[in-house]
């Protein structure tokens, strides 16, 4: 089987840039839920951050600081504590850490950036369905401890083809927002600054396709673990130029390691496609497992989902209403797999892993027979781990090493007999 080295994780010298504009945007939050001038407004991740940011708001994303939580290992401690009062543990573990930190008063924005204390404190919570239902369960929560306006988008799902009709229902749905943003902020929205987020968040989202497709080459210059980490800013500052500015430098420094034939895992073997999300407190357990099996997990559905190439300035709203539809989790199988397979194809994929989310049905795409059904129209094998993004206790190390082990071993196996 292939040989298990020593991994040498490969440090990407823009990660400070990274660091230092969260830090800013996190720094930033702070002081707007601290002021009384400015206002605070908690989005879901495809939810419209385009129009919040237009509207003046500082955008906080709750997914974003669960994320911090399983990253940080805190989540598994604090899932407890939203399940006494009634959320269960089967139910979404982002909902369940990130509503039993605010029980707890904890936060890992705390240890990372002295002086912030917590999340801030929303004026308004805006969410939009087209992952879930969990995201508005999550925000009425907050609506009734908070005592604070919660409005969203109820999205159409399960859909082939994104609709006129679809796109005529998500834009009236968020037309329909704008009269309580409004009377939050206390400003009309002006509609040439929607489309200059518009414009922002369409050239973050070129820049972020441009990034995750270097992975094209051979050896990838970077792995599915290193876009978890890099996506930060296109998801919680799309729409702002300090994304634009780091996703260019990201991207010189990928094309510069193509240029010299540097690979993030060194003498890549095997190319394997991610499907699902992270087990966010296994990343670096799971980078080195792969680097050490000279296996480069290198493209995901889930880094892909901040794509959006149909924001349109000179069509703001109906563009953004188009986006929010053509996201990957709000489509049928019939499109999941369709999309997959252009992706095994221009990836040059060997094997695909399904992370089976014990608390996402939504981003765990291996319990309707997909795997199967991939698997026998292109002939690239599939391994199905059960774990979860959160819940470290749905998660166990030492059957996902057996099984990625014997994953690799099946590939290499295939390749002898090519
Ligand atoms: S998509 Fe999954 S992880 Fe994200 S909020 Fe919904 S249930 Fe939670």
Redesign the pocket.
């Known amino acids: 089987m292939a040989q298990e080295k020593q991994p040498q994780r490969k440090k990407i010298e823009a990660t400070g840039q990274m660091m230092q504009i969260m830090s800013d945007y996190f720094y930033d939050l702070n002081a707007a839920a601290k002021s009384a001038e400015r206002k605070v407004a908690w989005c879901t991740s495809v939810g419209p951050a385009e129009l919040l940011r237009a509207m003046g708001f500082a955008v906080h994303f709750p997914?974003n600081h669960a994320a911090m939580l399983g990253a940080t290992r805190m989540a598994t401690e604090l899932i407890p504590e939203a399940n006494t009062i009634g959320y269960s543990p089967e139910i979404?573990s982002?909902?369940t850490a990130d509503i039993g930190a605010y029980l707890k008063h904890v936060s890992p924005l705390a240890k990372a950036y002295p002086g912030i204390e917590a999340p801030p404190r929303p004026d308004v919570l805006v969410f939009n369905t087209n992952?879930?239902r969990?995201?508005q369960d999550w925000f009425s929560w907050y609506a009734k401890e908070l005592n604070v306006p919660c409005i969203g988008i109820c999205s159409p799902k399960n859909h082939t083809e994104v609709s006129e009709v679809l796109i005529d229902d998500v834009s009236r749905q968020i037309e329909a927002l704008i009269p309580t943003l409004e009377e939050v902020s206390g400003q009309p929205l002006d509609l040439q600054k929607l489309r200059e987020v518009v414009a922002l968040s369409r050239e973050c989202t070129e820049l972020w396709r441009q990034v995750l497709e270097t992975a094209a080459a051979a050896p990838a210059p970077l792995t599915f673990f290193d876009a978890t980490i890099h996506m930060g800013p296109a998801v919680v500052l799309r729409g702002t130029p300090q994304a634009v500015a780091y996703y260019r430098r990201l991207l010189a420094e990928l094309q510069a390691r193509i240029n010299s034939g540097t690979g993030a895992v060194d003498d890549e073997q095997f190319r394997i496609y991610w499907e699902g999300?992270p087990v966010w407190g296994r990343l670096r357990q799971h980078s080195e497992l792969f680097a050490g099996l000279q296996t480069s997990v290198l493209v995901s559905t889930y880094c892909s989902s901040w794509i959006f190439p149909d924001f349109d300035p000179l069509d703001p709203i109906r563009s953004m209403a188009k986006a929010y539809l053509s996201l990957f989790?709000v489509r049928s199988d019939a499109y999941k797999e369709t999309y997959i397979k252009r992706m095994l194809e221009k990836f040059h994929i060997d094997g695909i892993i399904y992370h089976d989310a014990k608390?996402?049905p939504?981003?765990s795409n291996s319990r309707y027979g997909m795997p199967q059904r991939l698997e026998q129209q292109t002939g690239i094998p599939s391994l199905v781990i059960s774990g979860d993004?959160n819940d470290l206790r749905c998660v166990s190390d030492e059957q996902t090493i057996t099984n990625v082990e014997a994953f690799i071993e099946q590939l290499e196996e295939r390749k002898h007999h090519a």
Do not use: F, G, R, S
Request: glycine share 0%; aromatic share 6%; hydrophobic share 35%.
């Open positions: 997914e979404c982002y909902l992952q879930c969990d995201v999300m989790i608390t996402c939504c981003n993004l």
